[in-house]
């Protein structure tokens, strides 16, 4: 069964496509508006992975929608689900595709669908949602990382990394200037994944 | 990391160890009132998945408790429920237990441990709990299994199994003869795991 791993670069999406490995044909998908060279940015952190990459260009129309949602909210929790429903949609859309992943853990908030959500994109588009790490607590996970990938972590501002966060950001800074994403974003530190480490 | 794994011989627990075994250490787990020899039933379904195991003797007033639950509702929900968290604390008391695992689905209603449950557990017993399946939808699940357990599936009553449900029936049927089961339990198909496929 191949399945196709929605991947950031981070070490969530890394983590996921890691546990599935020994049961699935693995691929990994980074979903971009082209508005940064997010594909090109994390193809290195995939090749390292040894998993095979492409990108997926979303439609700028989402990317306005979710700006005009951050933009109204004064926050991105909406936003970005919006961004990530959008980005499973899209590549539901493709008749390869039959399954599609992503690093959504137990204690996320954002980006989560819904078990509504989940279902009905399930049964409209006719492909199967997994969770590998919902029912992985962050200790656990954050042991499994440190086993199996060597990560480098840092703030959000600083970190190369492809989530869905990155461009909206981007599409922010060059309507409005880097003060109002500091007002937007929450500070947060972010993981960008180098490599497996030998053990995985 | 060593994980212990509530095993009742049936598809989910063990497509759970099976999706954890590349990472983790498994140790499987058949918790038992001593109603019904449930350890002998499973170990040969462990044995021929090739993880150890071993037999955990709940407290009889579990099941007395479990029991006043089912009469008081009419319908197993919160009695098998209930034997569930009192099963993972039971292990989680287990100072050699640093993980417990159980084959709860995305889907699954019965039984499930609420989120504040699980925190609760974790929290006070210094354990973390995963539920390796709760990202998987029924229909990814069923792949699973198809690929890599051989299994046999029937009516409830007639499927040899050691979950939590096979003992209360039992302790209803001593108490109140078999017409009280017929009562209580939904019929339900239920499986029973034979071995690992080849492929497995």
Redesign the interface.
């Known amino acids: 069964?191949r399945v196709s791993v929605l991947f950031s670069g981070g070490k969530d999406s890394s983590l996921s496509a890691l546990?599935m490995e020994?049961?699935f044909e693995i691929e990994l998908v980074t979903c971009s508006f082209g508005l940064l060279p997010n594909g090109e940015l994390v193809a290195k952190t995939a090749k390292e992975l040894r998993f095979p990459h492409r990108v997926l260009y979303l439609e700028q129309e989402i990317l306005e929608k979710a700006y005009d949602k951050i933009m109204n909210d004064g926050f991105p929790k909406s936003a970005i689900n919006y961004i990530h429903e959008k980005a499973v949609e899209t590549l539901a859309s493709d008749p390869d595709v039959k399954?599609i992943a992503d690093g959504?853990r137990?204690d996320d908030r954002v980006p989560v669908l819904s078990?509504s959500q989940?279902r009905s994109i399930?049964d409209r588009l006719g492909i199967?949602?997994?969770?590998?790490?919902?029912?992985?607590?962050k200790?656990?996970l954050s042991?499994?990382v440190e086993?199996?990938l060597r990560i480098e972590e840092g703030p959000s501002e600083s970190i190369q990394k492809a989530d869905y966060e990155t461009e909206l950001r981007e599409f922010i800074r060059q309507k409005h200037g880097e003060e109002k994403i500091k007002e937007l974003f929450p500070a947060h530190i972010q993981s960008h994944v180098l490599s497996r480490k030998e053990s995985a």
Chains 1, 2 share one sequence.
């Not at 199967?128 to 607590?137: A, M, T, V």
């Open positions: 069964m546990l020994p049961f399954l959504t137990r078990i989940v399930e199967h949602y997994i969770c590998p790490l919902k029912g992985y607590g200790k656990t042991n499994l086993l199996y």
